[in-house]
């Protein structure tokens, strides 16, 4: 069962992260194309420095997750290594415990970031004008869906661990290291 959550969180993670990177090249194509109209003499389209921005936010919290999945924030590994089995166990366990109390302090912290922004009403200081709960809603969504991913690969790695299934805890939180590829 266990495998099988994590696999599916896996899948979702991996078409987060394809839609990321068609918003990123959407992105530098808008940039480029701003750009480009400017350097001709054109005119500009306006905004591009501040869509990007919103662009940068989003990608950064939704990424976040993607990331956790794949193994690949980073870790110093040079205690790790030198320990047994059991031993390496431990330290991934308090890793993603850690990693998942924070991200839920953080999630946490910006609901009332946005619902600042939603009751107020608030808008950027920009041409555009945008509606902030617009950006700070996906910012949080994204905030919020790493939460959730954290803590449903806790909960997986605790199930492996009990199961004794050190090879499967390995696989689920363990680190990609250069040593072990």
Not at 60 to 86: Q, Y
């Amino acid at each position: 069962m266990a495998d099988h959550i994590l696999g599916a969180l896996r899948r979702a993670n991996r078409a987060v992260a394809l839609i990321l990177g068609l918003a990123l090249i959407l992105t530098v194509a808008f940039i480029l194309t701003d750009v480009a109209l400017r350097g001709l003499g054109l005119g500009s389209l306006g905004g591009s420095d501040e869509l990007s921005g919103y662009v940068m936010a989003a990608v950064a919290s939704w990424g976040l997750a993607f990331t956790l999945l794949e193994r690949a924030h980073v870790r110093i590994d040079i205690v790790r290594l030198k320990l047994h089995d059991r031993g390496r166990a431990a330290m991934d366990i308090l890793a993603m415990v850690v990693t998942n109390g924070t991200v839920l302090l953080i999630a946490f912290q910006c609901w009332p970031v946005l619902r600042k922004t939603i009751a107020g009403g608030s808008r950027a200081n920009t041409p555009l004008e945008t509606p902030l709960w617009i950006p700070q809603g996906i910012w949080f969504a994204g905030w919020l869906w790493f939460a959730i991913s954290a803590t449903v690969v806790t909960l997986v790695a605790l199930s492996f661990l009990v199961a004794g299934r050190g090879a499967a805890l390995d696989g689920a939180i363990g680190i990609g290291s250069e040593v072990e590829s």
